[in-house]
């Protein structure tokens, strides 16, 4: 039985740290495991320009507690006006490192995202030239199609058309649920990886809503039914260099959460690595933890590993994780596996 493991220090691909108070609050939580993280930008009002990412950058980095070291990387939020020369200006200056694409009404704070997919064509042939990634959020948005079918509707609407009319695009399928998502990730070899979850690999639609509606476990895309957890499972676990994490860690105050209309996100910054620790060896995988959490988001993103390394160890004893992080806008409840986890970060 391994009882220790040390890893290259891993990234988060796709982490919400929000601003201010709650930004405070939740930034220590990624920071304290993670080296790097590739930040939202759907704040209100969202990150559109490259000025705007620089100085959210800099709100970031003044909010990092003393003696702790985190890299922000920035991307920028599409908006049917986005400059394309502001765009390229931004990530040759290292200032944004991707676009994030939400299509209008899919998410939190998405009513400045794309409505007409070819009015943003001009910026996606810009980024295809220069090698910049497009973050997608992968969902339809229209009332008749259902919202466990959002996602794979939309591989078929919108992100194969754009991947035919822009050839060498880059693009990460953000925060997969399906394994319509996962198959496609795997047929198209050129340019295109996915993020993962933390909780779609430990959730099903069942944990949202057997004995009572657990509005922690709401997010967007919802999870879906087991076998999609399952493909995700084997998708993360399977060592295929398009897949990396990205935990989403998305936080909103309970009271917003515990709400008549609650908000979508679950909050996993704090024990993303020992859950994913107990995911790899339920799945006998634990040797390709680092590769997911570690290797492939770096290499689909052109940068170096990390030099640091991160090491959990298992003990006989559950890890007893906080329930809640305090902020200055209400306490935020950290993601519940709903199981005994005896992983832990020991260094
Ligand atoms: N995932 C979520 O449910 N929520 C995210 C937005 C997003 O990533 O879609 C948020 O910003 O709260
Ligand atoms: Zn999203
Ligand atoms: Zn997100």
Known sequence: MT???????????HLHLRDGAMMEAVLPETARHF??????????????????AASYRDRILAALPEGMSFEPLM???MTEETDPDDVAAAYEAGIARAVKLYPAGATTNSASGVRDFDKVRPVMERMAEIGMPLCMHGEVTDAEIDIFDREAVFIERVLDPIRQ???????????????QAADYVRANADGLGATITTHHLIINRNHILVGGIKPHYYCLPVAKREIHREALVAAATSGDARFFLGTDSAPHPDHLKEHACGCAGCFTATNTMPLLAHVFEQAGALDFLESFTSLHGPAFY???????TLSLAKSD????????????????TVFDPGFDVHWSVTD
Request: proline share 13%; aromatic share 4%; net charge neutral.
């Open 3 to 13: 009882s220790s493991l040390t890893i290259r220090r891993p990234d988060d691909w």
């Open 35 to 52: 080296a790097r993280a590739i930040i939202m930008p759907n704040l209100v009002p969202p990150v559109v320009t490259g000025a705007q």
């Open 75 to 77: 991307t920028l939020y």
């Open 165 to 179: 009319a822009v050839p060498g695009l880059k693009v990460v399928m953000e925060h997969i649920t399906t394994a």
């Open 302 to 308: 052109g940068l170096p590993a990390n030099t640091g």
């Open 317 to 332: 004893t559950p890890t007893v994780f906080p329930d809640k992080i305090e902020s200055a806008t209400g306490p935020v």
